[in-house]
């Protein structure tokens, strides 16, 4: 997730957009009006062959917020301006891609994240389709492995009828991050601002309570598929290392968001980090290990298909597309 402060908008706006939107698909048949109403282009997926085992990585789209929004002081405004230059990234506008993992192999078909669905921006809410593009079934997916419960990864958990997207999954998240979200000290204690996100999370997650497999940092969740802590974007989010073989790659979540502060500027805050100093840790543990075990990883809001590496030069890490 991005800025707690668009969802007040968006949220509200999206409703009443997505109520016609249903209303419409409803009468005239899903899959013909899909086709009238497009959402936004759909990028093609990247795959990555682990042995028997292929990673997807899917686009449900992307989400947008002018740049400035980024930064704590016009100080470090000033330094990341620089730094986006020499990267040549847009010094007005972040515009993040929404990229979503599906592990492919010989008996499970395992989404890491469900996306945004179609209540939360019109320029999110892709992955239907994406699935769609290689013949997926969202009904032949065995398992949904959740980052965290922010709503451009957990609010497609519905598709456009209110159903599960996912109906015969079972469904997998770290336990402190489903009890922070069903807390009725979260609710009480959020401000305007981020009371549609916590209420878009508590509407949904007790519609997979009775299949939901509550994991710990550490845990084989699934086979080859190891829970990273990596606590702080909320309180129990989480990365997955996957393992095949000699082969590893890690799925970040949110844990690593943008291509050149989240690598350079590791122990700045970030503007949606709900505990800064867990942040900060877990992106310098993060980072570390990415760099020292050579691993590649697929950044959720990462550039393109998130896909990349960390290397090292002149006492920072940087960012490696590829
Ligand atoms: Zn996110």
Redesign the pocket.
């Known amino acids: 997730?991005?800025a707690a402060g668009i969802y007040k908008v968006t949220g509200e706006n999206m409703k009443h957009q997505n109520q016609q939107r249903r209303m419409l698909l409803k009468s005239m048949g899903g899959a013909v009006l899909a086709g009238v109403l497009p959402r936004v282009a759909f990028s093609s997926s990247r795959t990555i062959p682990m042995g028997e085992t292929i990673l997807h990585v899917l686009s449900d789209g992307y989400l947008s917020l002018p740049a400035n929004r980024l930064f704590d002081s016009p100080e470090r405004a000033d330094e990341a301006a620089v730094l986006f230059e020499q990267a040549g990234l847009s010094t007005e506008e972040f515009s993040p891609p929404l990229n979503i993992t599906l592990l492919q192999s010989e008996d499970k078909l395992v989404l890491f994240d469900l996306g945004s669905g179609s209540q939360f921006l019109d320029t999110a809410g892709l992955l239907p389709s994406a699935l769609e593009s290689i013949e997926v079934d969202p009904a032949d997916v065995t398992d949904v492995v959740f980052t965290h419960a922010?709503p451009?990864?957990c609010w497609g958990l519905l598709d456009d009828f209110d159903d599960l997207l996912c109906p015969e999954a079972t469904y997998h998240m770290h336990g402190k991050e489903f009890d922070h979200w069903m807390s009725e000290d979260t609710l009480n204690n959020s401000d305007e601002g981020s009371l549609a996100m916590v209420a878009g999370a508590r509407n949904r997650l007790p519609l997979i309570e009775d299949r939901l497999q509550r994991f710990n940092w550490g845990d084989e969740l699934l086979p080859g598929v190891e829970a990273v802590d990596s606590r702080g974007h909320t309180p129990g989010h989480t990365s997955f290392a996957i393992h095949q073989g000699n082969d590893s790659v890690m799925v970040l979540g949110?844990a690593l968001i943008h291509p050149v502060l989240s690598f350079q500027r590791p122990d700045w805050p970030w503007i949606t980090d709900q505990n800064t100093d867990d942040a900060v840790a877990t992106r310098k543990r993060l980072l570390d290990r990415l760099f020292t075990d050579k691993m590649q990883m697929i950044g959720?809001?990462l550039p393109e298909s998130g896909v990349g590496s960390v290397e090292q030069h002149e006492g920072n890490y940087h960012y490696v597309a590829g």
Do not use: A, E, V
């Open positions: 997730m991005i922010h451009d990864h949110d959720y809001h």
